[in-house]
């Protein structure tokens, strides 16, 4: 997937959830980062840092495989 500043966005539970990412920290992932639209603000690399909800919540990189259109 193709993505740029701006693009509203979803994590795959799938491809999150055995990545090299969650290995690395609390597999226990919060349900907004699949269930709620995520704005992708930034772009490092094979990254895309991502700003969810309308809550306070943290931004987090992810790799773009790991992210698909919000529909």
Do not use: C, H
Not at 15 to 26: C, F
Not at 44 to 68: C, H, M, S
């Amino acid at each position: 997937m193709a993505v740029k500043k701006g693009d509203i966005v979803r994590a795959v539970r799938e491809k999150l959830e055995n990545s090299v990412e969650a290995k690395a920290s609390d597999t226990r992932f919060p349900s907004y980062l699949f269930d709620s639209k995520g704005e992708i603000v930034d772009l490092k690399g094979d990254y895309a840092l991502v700003k969810f909800g309308k809550v306070p919540t943290p931004n987090i990189w992810l790799r773009v495989d790991q992210l698909e259109e919000f529909k």
